[in-house]
């Protein structure tokens, strides 16, 4: 048994195979290869396991997303077996006598300036597929694939780092457990972990060698600890701590049904997070009384496009549709700083974090904010939707979101399309925000409070700088002053406040949050049960 340590940042107790993460570098290299007939048999192995993870991608894309995007994957499967293509991989391997991962760069490099040549819009769109075929490709053949799809059970999974892009395309049933060698306790990955109810342990001290993969492993989220191929006795050990966890959880459920009110009669609302249509099963199983935060920008990760509106619509239809006239507070896309997606185009910056990133994207690309907004508007038809604005720092920003919302309203009004009334409110997550919180509270109906961003900018430590983490303190004064201003202006402007940050779940600053005169707090789903207790017990 070996036993490394890293820093906990959910806890909880996995135990099963580990399954060491590769990101795929694709850095293609030539070599000269003898055996020629087994090279492109090797080609024709991988062609095959690029064929059936194409097939459940589209089945899950089919069932999570919507038709037309599991197209995409119909599409992919058909150009994996285009004859073209096929025969200009094998003739190269056979002919130049070069290995497979060569053969697939460079036929796929020649069709996609094919495709790019071409006149029709349509078919210059297809060289991005190719690309995505011939990487998919090169990956499973350099051992480097590796995806939640091609999982064959629950993994305990350990990797280097994991970005959101990453982490979204995880089939969440398929993860035990993730544990990283980088990673800050703030960042959107330990984030995922908590929603996704798993044990997550970053900074370790692992060693990222694949023959750990299928090997058995524990995970102790309440030490950091991680056991590798552990002996009977700590084995057993694990799984009493395990089934004590799960003892503890089902007393909470007696608190299900139950109101969220302190003792002295004040009603919180307690509402959870998500980031998926999928995590609404949890949030009904905790028994949350809405959504206070849906982080839409998750549904912009991990793909190569950005969504349509009818594929928006139909995700925060389901949604609202599922919470059955609870609230649901959807903010608007909150792209950039660590959660990037290519398709976007957002130059490099030195520092992203302060970057071109949420809002100021919105508001700079109008139209896929509108596409956005024009979804959710759409959605509020079925139940009680509202809207939030992540990064506000001015007045401005809020006229002006205000002014293309209404545009919004105006065009559905003339396509005779029904929306609801949606609530707007605002992210106060920048100091800039809290300080003129008086003036935002004017123009809005609430205001949620980001106390992850609004740590990073109040304390000016990067949230993502794992070496920074042990300064990183959002019980700092600092941070809880403009906490108790944020809700104080927001109360005298007729505004209702509430906190969508992790350190709403910050049981330690329960009663302190209650006493500042919080109106709603609202955290993972699995925080829910816990939190509702201790506020029932709170003065
Ligand atoms: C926050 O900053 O506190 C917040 C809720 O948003 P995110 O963590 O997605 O930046
Ligand atoms: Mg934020």
């Known amino acids: ?9 959910f806890s909880g107790v996995a135990i099963g195979k580990l399954f060491v993460f590769k990101k795929a570098k694709q850095v293609v290299e030539k070599k000269d290869i003898e055996d020629t007939a087994a090279e492109v048999a090797r080609y024709m192995a991988a062609k095959e396991k690029a064929g059936e993870q194409l097939k459940l991608l589209k089945e899950k894309t089919l069932r999570d997303v919507g038709e037309a995007e599991a197209e995409i994957f119909e599409a992919h499967q058909m150009l994996l077996e285009d004859l073209d293509f096929v025969e200009g991989i094998t003739n190269m391997i056979e002919q130049d006598k070069v290995n497979a991962e060569y053969a697939v760069f460079v036929t796929g490099e020649q069709c996609a300036a094919l495709f790019l040549s071409m006149d029709d819009d349509y078919m210059r769109g297809r060289a991005a597929d190719i690309n995505d075929i011939s990487s998919r490709l090169i990956a499973i053949l350099s051992g480097t694939q590796v995806s939640a799809e091609a999982m064959p059970e629950p993994v305990i999974v350990m990797a280097e780092d994991l970005a959101p892009s990453e982490t979204v395309q995880f089939e969440k049933d398929k993860i035990l457990a993730i544990v990283t060698q980088k990673g800050s306790a703030n960042s959107h990955t330990a984030i995922l972990a908590r929603m996704m109810n798993i044990p997550c342990i970053v900074t370790a001290d692992i060693d990222l060698d694949p023959s750990l993969t299928g090997k058995e492993g524990i995970v102790d989220g309440f030490t950091g600890k991680i056991y590798i191929e552990p002996d009977e006795v700590t084995r057993a050990v694990m799984q009493e701590k395990k089934k004590r966890e799960e003892e503890r959880k089902l007393l909470l459920q007696s608190l299900k049904g139950l109101p969220t009110v302190t003792k002295s009669g004040k009603v919180i609302h307690l509402y959870a997070n998500i980031g998926s249509e999928e995590d609404v099963d949890s949030v009904l199983e905790n028994d949350s009384e809405g959504i206070g935060l849906f982080r839409s920008e998750f549904l912009y990760l991990g793909r190569n496009d950005y969504p349509t509106e009818e594929e928006q619509f139909q995700v925060y239809k389901n949604v609202i549709a599922k919470m059955n006239g609870k609230k649901v507070i959807i903010r608007t896309l909150d792209i950039g700083a660590d959660k990037q997606a290519d398709y976007f185009n957002i130059p490099h910056e030195e520092n992203p974090a302060m970057g071109f990133r949420a809002i100021r994207i919105c508001l700079d690309r109008v139209d896929v904010f509108k596409t956005q907004l024009r979804a959710i508007y759409r959605a509020s038809a079925y ?8 990064m506000i720092i001015s007045v401005a920003e809020v006229k002006r979101i205000k002014e293309i919302v209404e545009e919004v309203k105006d065009e559905l009004r003339q396509e005779d399309i029904p929306f609801g009334d949606v609530e707007l409110g605002i992210m106060v997550e920048t100091p800039a925000a809290v300080m003129i919180a008086d003036m935002l509270a004017a123009e809005v109906d609430f205001f949620s409070i980001g106390t992850n961003d609004l740590t990073q900018y109040t304390l000016a430590i990067d949230r993502q700088n794992q070496s920074l983490d042990s300064i990183y303190d959002p019980h700092h004064e600092a941070v809880l002053r403009m906490i108790q201003r944020t809700i104080e202006c927001a ?19 329960t009663r302190r949050f209650i006493q500042m005169g919080i109106d709603e707090l609202s955290v993972s789903p699995v925080f829910t049960l816990e939190l509702r207790k201790k506020i029932r017990e709170a003065e």
């Open 491 to 509: 109360h005298d402007h007729g505004a209702w406040c509430g906190i969508c940050g992790e350190l709403g779940a910050d049981m330690e600053l």
């Open 383 to 390: 139940g009680t939707a509202s809207i939030m604005f992540p």
């Open 1 to 9: 048994m070996e036993t490394r340590q890293g820093k906990s940042v």
